[in-house]
């Protein structure tokens, strides 16, 4: 997934991002579990270790643009349990490679952060010229993306999140375009869900803020549907870097919900690693400043947690 991009320079303070999690009882050294019946061994969680277990006892889970491969993925499931899914292609790309692989991944066990691609401010603006409001934009996109959900088989009051890429306060074209995306999803078979920052820029003298907090003021003033978050939070600390061994936001207290929607997972590494954010933890990237996974050195990927194993209740 492309980097968020904040409108504002980036303070240092740091926020919260992920939901507190039930344990599922699984070690630090996981190995792929035999699944017969893939459905009913991801929903079990009393009797074996689920794959992608974080010790911590949350679900580790990664996103990236390209579609890795099969065999790829079967080769990073048990030390993931979940992954990204696009439903549309990703930010900067014409095509979209992972359409038609739901089926493949969930019988190999994967669960689902099902994900849509957003407008940039300059997109929005664009259309708005053209006689296309932002609310309109956000209708036409939301109608795309429960369309490609349902094509791809995703079940009903699965979670699509919408990809908010830049970062701070919204402008107002952008919560307008944001929210009717949302609101429509609403109104659809389908629950909404948005990636965007967490990470605070100025806002004020002595402020911060972060682009989720701003979701959820509008969300709560407005009176309209929740919003699953997915936090992009990749400062160190409370960021660890690219490891596998993260522990929630939520252990250390940094973590604040509100009724404007509810923080289900997190995106603590992206690859490649921002500088100016990751200079605590940059020995745990590549030379080359990106986080690849754990015994595949050429797949590139960013880093997530999550409170459950199928965050999107896609299976």
């Known amino acids: 997934m492309p980097r968020i991009r904040s409108k504002s320079v980036l303070a240092l303070a740091l926020a919260g991002a992920l939901a507190a999690a039930a344990t599922c009882g699984c070690s630090k050294s996981m190995e792929p579990l035999p699944r017969p019946d893939p459905v009913q061994q991801l929903a079990s969680v009393h009797s074996t270790p689920l794959a992608g277990c974080a010790p911590s006892g949350v679900f580790r889970g990664f996103d990236r643009n390209d579609y890795p491969g099969d065999s790829t993925m079967r080769s990073l499931y048990g030390t993931f349990a979940f992954t990204g899914y696009w439903l549309t292609p990703p930010p900067g790309e014409r095509s979209n490679t992972w359409i038609g692989k739901r ?184 030379a080359d400043g990106n986080c690849y996974a754990p015994g595949l050195p050429t797949v590139t990927l960013d880093m997530d947690l999550a409170s459950s194993p199928d965050p999107s209740h896609g299976r």
């Open 103 to 286: 089926d493949t991944l969930r019988q190999q066990g994967w669960g689902f952060l099902i994900l849509a691609n957003g407008r940039f401010d300059k997109e929005i603006v664009k259309a708005q010229k053209a006689g296309t409001t932002p609310a309109q934009l956000g209708r036409q996109d939301a109608a795309v993306a429960v369309a490609a959900a349902k094509s791809e088989g995703f079940p009903q009051h699965a979670i699509v999140f919408l990809d908010q890429e830049e970062g701070g306060r919204l402008l107002d074209e952008q919560s307008e375009y944001l929210l009717a995306w949302t609101e429509a999803v609403a109104a659809s078979d389908y629950k909404p869900g948005v990636y965007a920052s967490g990470q605070p820029v100025p806002n004020g003298p002595g402020q911060t803020i972060t682009t989720i907090e701003d979701i959820r003021a509008h969300v709560i003033k407005n009176h309209l549907h929740p919003i699953a978050l997915f936090d992009a939070q990749d400062a160190c600390p409370p960021a660890p870097g690219c490891t596998v061994n993260a522990k929630p936001l939520s252990s250390s207290g940094e973590i604040t919900l509100s009724p404007g929607g509810d923080l289900v997972a997190w995106q603590y590494a992206q690859s490649p690693r921002r500088p100016e954010l990751t200079q605590a933890c940059s020995t745990t990237y590549a």
